[in-house]
């Protein structure tokens, strides 16, 4: 019979066991990777567009509902999003890293450069960092 001791190490092990393999199980794959990111961008984009000063002129008279058409517009986002960014899987715990933007939408407007790093472990996304980079900084 093994003493209490060995017992109570061979618990704690199989619970660490159990708790690995249920974290590894429920790490968020590329594809919630991208529905996430097409959320995060389209309510991104929606708070930078659809202010007062964020479409031209012309643009402003075309477009009517600006926070709906942009929403549309999330499934195309999040497989832009998943294009631009390197995942790193580490078993227990992802780490995507995007770098996004840059280009012309029209005369006038440009999207402006934007990165993320985004954490997803245990069923979870949480943007750890964001921000804006100049086009002077290196893609």
């Known amino acids: 019979m093994a003493s209490p001791a060995v017992e109570g190490r061979w618990r704690w092990g199989l619970a660490a066991v159990l708790l690995g393999g249920l974290l590894v199980a429920t790490n968020p794959g ?6 996430f990111a097409g959320e ?4 991104l984009a929606s708070d930078e567009l659809c202010r007062s000063d964020g479409l031209p002129l012309m643009a402003r008279l075309v477009v009517h509902n600006c926070p709906q058409l942009v929403r549309s517009q999330r499934q195309a986002l999040g497989r832009l999003a998943a294009a631009s960014s390197r995942r790193y899987n580490l078993g227990l ?6 770098r996004i933007g840059g280009m012309d939408l029209m005369p ?9 790093v985004t954490l997803a472990g245990a069923g979870q996304l949480v943007v750890l960092q964001t921000g804006t980079e100049s086009a002077a900084e290196p893609s």
């Open 30 to 35: 590329e594809r919630d990777f991208e529905a």
């Open 40 to 43: 995060y961008l389209a309510e």
């Open 93 to 98: 715990f992802s780490i995507y890293s995007t």
């Open 108 to 116: 006038g407007l440009t999207v402006p450069r934007y990165r993320a």
